[in-house]
């Protein structure tokens, strides 16, 4: 079976340059969630959706930072201007909500590089 | 707030010498504590979900435990393959986002 599948899995640009990252849940999963891994901060939720809404984007750590799910198949998190602050590695992970406690899968994430 | 604290940071090994990893946490309605194991350069990989207090899962040389405060990840003869961070998290009541601790980095040296 495909589990989440992330692209691109490296990205290094420039200070001030837009990046956009992409997800694919695995087929059949209703929630999906971004997170970022720092070596300082650990691994921190920036947003999750269920069914394609989302319902808590208390982590997206400022305005540059948006995320969009338009299909249940397909999701971006985009970051306009991008700071060398944002380095980190970005995770994608989906599970299936409703269905008990389901645990949630990651992808391998995409190391972003801020120069 | 929810919160999770992992201990200890790091852990070195020898192949074969069993030892315990803790988490410890704090939730309002826990609905679920999940371990991960993450190897470089990967995300995390699922391996166990713990429920209630008094719950145990085995898988191969590893046992999670569970009580009303924290939880336990035994590893048994240890190998080099279980080299990796090992990492905790928890669902608290009524939301299905995890908060995560940040890890134990475990390395079992032959």
């Known amino acids: 079976d495909a589990g989440v599948i992330q692209s691109p899995r490296h990205e290094v640009t420039e200070m001030g340059q837009e990046v956009t990252l992409r997800c694919k849940p695995i087929s059949g999963h209703n929630s999906l969630f971004w997170y970022r891994q720092t070596m300082m901060r650990g691994l921190e939720l920036l947003i999750y959706f269920n069914n394609n809404v989302p319902i808590d984007d208390s982590g997206m750590p400022e305005d540059r930072f948006s995320a969009k799910m338009p299909n249940a198949s397909f999701s971006t998190l985009k970051i306009q201007p991008s700071e060398p602050r944002d380095s980190a590695v970005y995770f994608c992970?989906?599970?299936?909500?409703?269905?008990?406690?389901?645990?949630?899968?990651f992808g391998d994430g995409t190391r972003l590089s801020i120069l | 707030e929810d919160q999770v604290t992992q201990s200890p940071e790091a852990l070195r090994l020898q192949e074969g010498e069993s030892s315990s990893l803790n988490c410890s946490y704090t939730?309002?309605?826990?609905?679920?504590l999940f371990w991960y194991r993450q190897d470089p350069g990967k995300g995390p990989e699922f391996l166990f979900t713990l429920y209630s207090a008094g719950e145990e899962k085995e898988k191969e040389r590893l046992k999670a435990t569970l009580t009303k405060k924290e939880s336990f990840l035994h590893i048994t003869a240890p190998k080099p393959e279980d080299s990796a961070t090992y990492l905790c998290a928890v669902q608290g009541g009524g939301y299905n986002k995890l908060i995560f601790g940040a890890g134990t980095r475990l390395a079992v040296h032959p």
């Open positions: 992970a989906s599970s299936s909500y409703g269905e008990g406690n389901q645990p949630q899968h």
């Open positions: 939730v309002s309605g826990l609905r679920g």
